[in-house]
């Protein structure tokens, strides 16, 4: 039997249903990270390339095993790589299945390179020559930098502006004739 009681005027239900303690709100802790995890926009990305990652391979392997395998294999002799054996003490090799994953690896590869990256590269390449150069490194502490700072916001030295070429360290000459005093670097500290 559960009884009623009152909180602040308001009624309440003493004994029934569960009152959130420490283990139940840490479950909806986990349970609300593992929502957030699984709907990060990359993770949905990585899902959807390896499933056309998958359908890419199979149509690439078929390509290699229909087309490309009996087209060496014309010029070779042999009609298919996959039967191709050979035994060593009663153990049998195949190395032809081996051969034609090396082939479909190479065309994967090549594909990959020609549609994909050299593409992508160069449309990179386009974008990089357009943008303006905002920024440059400290050249005490190699922070990044505006272009515009006179001094580096993280190790405070004064920097000089763009295009200005600081002056030459003065350099310590020691004199041609005479004889060299021992703070210049020539004489002797023994007296």
């Known amino acids: 039997m559960s009884e009623q009681g009152r909180y602040f005027g308001i009624p309440t239900w003493i004994?029934?249903?569960r009152w959130p303690d420490s283990s139940t709100t840490q479950e909806v802790k986990y349970?609300?990270?593992f929502?957030?995890?699984?709907t990060r926009g990359n993770l949905i990305d990585l899902a959807v390339a390896v499933v056309i990652g998958t359908a890419f391979t199979a149509v690439v392997t078929a390509i290699v095993a229909d087309l490309i395998t009996p087209l060496i294999a014309a010029i070779g002799g042999q009609p298919n790589f996959a039967s191709l054996t050979f035994r060593v003490h009663g153990s049998t090799f195949h190395y032809g299945a081996?051969?034609?994953?090396?082939?479909?690896?190479l065309i994967i590869a090549?594909?990959?390179?020609?549609?994909i990256v050299a593409p992508m590269t160069k449309i990179t390449a386009r974008f990089q020559k357009d943008v303006e150069v905002t920024t440059r490194d400290c050249p005490e502490c190699l922070s990044t930098i505006p272009i515009a700072a006179s001094?580096?916001?993280y190790c405070t030295s004064a920097v000089a502006?763009?295009?200005?070429?600081?002056?030459?360290a003065p350099t310590a000459r020691r004199p041609a004739n005479g004889p060299t005093?021992?703070?210049?670097?020539?004489?002797?500290h023994r007296r």
């Open 151 to 153: 001094r580096c916001m």
């Open 35 to 38: 929502r957030t995890f699984i």
């Open 98 to 105: 081996l051969f034609n994953a090396l082939i479909s690896f």
């Open 181 to 188: 005093q021992p703070w210049q670097g020539g004489g002797s």
């Open 31 to 33: 349970v609300k990270g």
């Open 15 to 17: 004994g029934r249903g």
């Open 110 to 115: 090549a594909v990959i390179y020609y549609l």
């Open 161 to 168: 502006p763009v295009g200005h070429q600081p002056p030459p």
